[in-house]
Structure formats: structure tokens, C-alpha cells
């Protein structure tokens, strides 16, 4: 059993309280982006609210696989850079649609 130096213990909980704080806003951002979209019927509010949403997941998958999964930090990393770039092309896409 190895003990953990203080500075990573710290690190550890301060990253899991900025992933909670980002998918409470990237949830948030998500709920009023689909319900605009729901009001307006405007297709790019969909499209808009779905990158949200795919960005907000790709940030919750990857500590969550890696805590509680046992993948790898490398793999959690690219599987949430991977979701955020495609979550992000989809909002280009909304912001462009006409």
C-alpha cells in the first residue's frame, strides 16, 4: 500500500470538483439551448444543444471510466478530447446552419 503525497490527494479532489462544476454548467448550457430549441423550432438550437451535449459527456466519461471502469488515463484523456472535438464540430455546424 503506497501513500499518495499531499500535493496529488489535493490535485485529485480539485479536478473533481472543476469536472463537477462543468457538467452541472455544461448541463445547464445543454437544458437551455434544447428548450430554445423546443420554443423556436430552430434546427441550429438542436444542433447547438446536442455539441453541448456530446462535450459534456465526453468531460463526465473520462474520469468516470477511469475511476470507476479501470481504463487507462490515456484512454480516458482521448476518448474526452475525441467527444469534445466532435461536440464542438457540431456547434461550428449549428453556428454556420442557416
Known sequence: MSVQPLWETEAALAL????TLVLIVGSAITFFAYK???RT???????LAGGFAIVTLGVA???TMYEFL?????MG?????VLV???FLVIAYSL???
Not at 479501470?70 to 490515456?74: D, I, K, N, T, Y
Open 41 to 47: 423550432g430552430e434546427q441550429a438550437l438542436g444542433y
Open 77 to 81: 484523456i482521448l476518448l474526452e478530447t
Open 85 to 87: 472535438l466532435i461536440g
Open 61 to 63: 466519461l473520462a474520469g
Open 36 to 38: 430554445a430549441y423546443r
Open 16 to 19: 473533481a470538483v472543476v469536472k
Open 70 to 74: 479501470g481504463v487507462s488515463l490515456a
Open 96 to 98: 454556420s446552419a442557416e
